[in-house]
């Protein structure tokens, strides 16, 4: 079953726009990441934010973390035709090390 | 490094085969993670390793499916027999430092058609 999901499911804007993607899950976790995959590639990280966190930064993307709505939003500013990708969300929950993909979000940017 | 290795990138196979897909995780990454994809299911974790042990199999779909992990760098996952439902694209990925708070590293994934 799946922790994290991400909404919208696709989102298609023009290059230059800002994109931003939801994630909701279901448990208390111990941090959250964001994942990007382009078509027939593997899964590469993209940011990780702690529990304890509120908001954090890389370069043009910006993640927030709100444990007491279970929720998240990954922003990326200024979108590039080179973001078109889709894009998870993944939560760490527990004592292990057992890692929860959502079902992503398709992110298409028209240059 | 040249990452999370997965062989083979493209295995097709008769139903009622016997599949092995390998992983050769990042040197030094202690936790090792097989995950499945399919546009209907999205990405299922399958089984994680930790330090060479299976420390949860849950996702495991059934006893067709089995995974070994031998020695830090190397494991398998290992489907007997086949069936088309299980044409997917399974992933491989590590993470350093027992997982806690670290990224994980995927491999390009094996594209799995059973016909």
């Known amino acids: 079953s799946q922790q994290g999901e991400e909404d919208p499911q696709a989102l298609s804007i023009q290059e230059g726009e800002n994109a931003t993607m939801n994630c909701s899950y279901k448990t208390s976790i111990n941090n959250l990441q964001w994942y990007r995959q382009n078509s027939g590639r593997g899964l590469v990280h993209l940011i990780l934010i702690r529990s304890n966190e509120r908001e954090k930064h890389s370069g043009r993307l910006r993640v927030t973390l709100d444990t007491s709505k279970k929720s998240s939003s990954l922003l990326i500013t200024a979108s590039r035709a080179a973001d078109t990708a889709s894009y998870f969300c993944?939560?760490?929950?527990?004592?292990?090390?057992?890692?929860?993909f959502g079902a992503g979000t398709r992110l298409f940017v028209k240059a | 490094d040249a990452g999370v290795i997965q062989s083979p990138r493209h295995e097709v196979t008769e139903m009622g085969q016997e599949v092995t897909l390998r992983c050769k995780p990042i040197?030094?990454?202690?936790?090792l993670f097989w995950y499945r994809q399919t546009m209907m299911r999205g990405l299922e974790l399958l089984i994680y390793?930790?330090?060479?042990?299976?420390?949860?199999d849950s996702g495991m779909p059934e006893d067709r499916f089995s995974a070994k992990m031998p020695n830090a760098s190397f494991s398998t996952l290992k489907i007997q027999p086949s069936e088309p439902r299980d044409s997917a694209v399974y992933f491989c990925a590590s993470r350093r430092g027992g997982g806690r708070d670290t990224e994980a590293f995927f491999g390009q994934g094996t594209r799995l058609t059973v016909v």
């Open positions: 993944a939560t760490d929950a527990g004592s292990g090390f057992k890692t929860i």
């Open positions: 390793f930790n330090n060479n042990v299976p420390i949860d």
């Open positions: 040197s030094g990454h202690n936790s």
